[in-house]
Every structure is written in structure tokens, then in C-alpha cells.
């Protein structure tokens, strides 16, 4: 990587700095712990599990926030008050500026992660302390963790298809729809495809269009780890490695295909 991207990078993450992002997510994260700590017990039953389900569920909406709040304003604001004109009428190429853009945002949210797993931690240590006896059999830290890992890593795999999403619209406001409809379809896509695999009434027309929209749209359901650490299930190391590939081959190719599409555009 070279210093031109690093420069980028650094000056994106200072960006976030700037506009207080790690002291909206620090506040996120306690009103979260604050809302657990305070609503679970009237539950009543499971509440062990109830937590770690909450927190994983914060974790990834404050890296879907950070997205949404702070990375696609960015990228739309660079075009819109042509900042972007500046970097580049620089000694800095194109897909420089995508690459640095794109680490810089991936700082953040790793950054955001931290921050979030800290309060999320404590929280799920409290209960475990507080109602032993809900205490899941087969619970494990290390699934925990990495349960939260693959939501960060799911968020960045969101975030390369925003930037590619980014590099064919110009309205920022089609990019945001654009973007709310590929987080729901992500979501909920291998859960579709599953149940539209094994009808014997669908079409293959129609079963043909949600594979291909599959392959398309982030898997982001894939990266749904909740099971694992909530049951303590053990993780086969292969799907690990299968999540940890396909993640890193959507967004190189998404990033790819955005700085391909990027040079093209007329500015």
C-alpha cells in the first residue's frame, strides 16, 4: 500500500474524528447497555441469551450507523461540494482516492467495534454473574467475539457495495434508497433462496432470478453468527474460512468493478 492511499485513509478516519463519530458510537453503545441492563430482566426467562442477542444486535447497528451517517454522506458529499476535485487535482490517481476512501471508512468501523464490544462485554459478564443459572451449557468468549467480528466484517462487505453503489449514481438520495433496499435484501436473501430452492411450486425462471440476485446483493445474513454464540454450537473452521473468503472476494471485486466504473466518470 502506498503513501498517497495511506495519506487518504488517515485523512477519512480523521474526518470521522472530527464529526465526533467515536463519541456518537461511545454514547450508542452505553444507551444500549443502559436499555439491556434496564428492559431484559422483565423478560424473565433465557435473559443470558436475550443480552448476548441484544448486544451482537448493537454491535451491528452502530457500524450500520457509522455507514449510513458518516461514510455514504462522505462519499456524496465529495461530489457535492467538490472536495473530490481537490484530492484529485493532486498527484493522486483515482483508484487511489477509492482504496484510501475505502480504508479510511474501514478504520472507523473497526475503531466503532472496540468501542461497542467494550460495553457489550461488560453487559453480558453482568447477567452471567447476576443469573448464573441462565448461563447458556456450552457459552464461550471466543464465539462471542467472534460472533461480533463477522458483523463488523459484514458491515464492510455493505460498505464496498455503497461505494459501488455510489459509482453509477449521481443523486445522493438514490444512493441512499439504493443502499436501505441492499442492507433489507441482504439481510433476508439466504433465507429466501433457501426456501425457494426447496419449493416444488416456483418456477425456474423465478429461482433463477433470486440466485442471481444472491450474487449480486452482500449475502449479509451469511455473516449471522447469533447461534453460535448464544447456544455455544460449534463453528466448523471451514465455514469460517468460507465466510472469511467470500466477504473478502465481494468487496475486492466490488471495489474493483467502483474504481473501474469511478475513472470513467465525468467529474
Not at 459478564?125 to 441462565?134: A, C, D, N, Q
Not at 423465478?206 to 453460535?228: D, E, H, Q, R
Not at 468487496?251 to 475513472?263: G, N, Y
Amino acid at each position: 500500500m502506498n503513501n498517497i492511499i495511506l495519506r487518504i485513509a488517515w485523512l477519512s478516519f480523521n474526518e470521522g474524528i472530527r464529526q465526533r463519530t467515536i463519541y456518537g458510537v461511545s454514547a450508542f453503545g452505553l444507551i444500549m447497555a443502559a436499555a439491556a441492563y434496564t428492559f431484559i430482566p422483565f423478560i424473565g426467562f433465557d435473559v443470558c441469551r436475550v443480552v448476548i442477542d441484544f448486544m451482537l444486535m448493537a454491535v451491528s447497528a452502530g457500524c450500520l450507523m457509522i455507514i449510513f451517517f458518516l461514510c455514504l454522506p462522505g462519499l456524496i458529499g465529495d461530489i457535492r461540494d467538490q472536495t473530490v476535485y481537490f484530492v484529485l487535482s493532486c498527484p493522486v490517481s483515482r483508484e487511489e482516492y477509492i482504496l484510501g476512501r475505502f480504508f479510511g471508512f474501514t478504520m472507523i468501523l473497526f475503531i466503532a467495534l472496540v468501542i461497542l464490544d467494550v460495553p457489550a462485554l461488560l453487559m453480558v459478564k453482568l447477567y452471567m454473574m447476576k443469573y448464573p443459572g441462565y448461563v447458556p451449557l456450552h457459552f464461550e468468549w471466543h464465539k462471542l467475539l467472534l460472533a461480533s467480528f463477522f458483523r463488523f466484517y459484514a458491515a464492510l462487505v455493505f460498505l464496498s457495495f455503497v461505494f459501488l453503489v455510489w459509482s453509477i449514481m449521481e443523486s445522493g438520495v438514490l444512493v441512499s434508497i439504493a443502499a436501505i433496499i441492499a442492507y433489507l435484501i441482504g439481510q433476508n436473501i439466504n433465507t429466501v433462496k433457501n426456501i425457494a430452492m426447496a419449493s416444488k411450486t416456483m418456477g425456474i425462471a423465478a429461482k433463477k432470478l433470486i440466485v442471481f440476485a444472491s450474487w449480486i446483493f452482500p449475502n449479509l445474513g451469511y455473516f449471522n453468527l447469533n447461534t453460535y454464540a448464544v447456544y455455544g454450537v460449534k463453528l466448523p473452521e471451514y465455514y469460517m474460512v468460507k465466510l472469511l473468503v467470500y466477504g473478502l472476494s465481494y468487496m475486492s471485486i466490488a471495489i474493483v468493478i467502483t474504481m473501474f466504473l469511478f475513472k470513467r466518470r465525468d467529474l
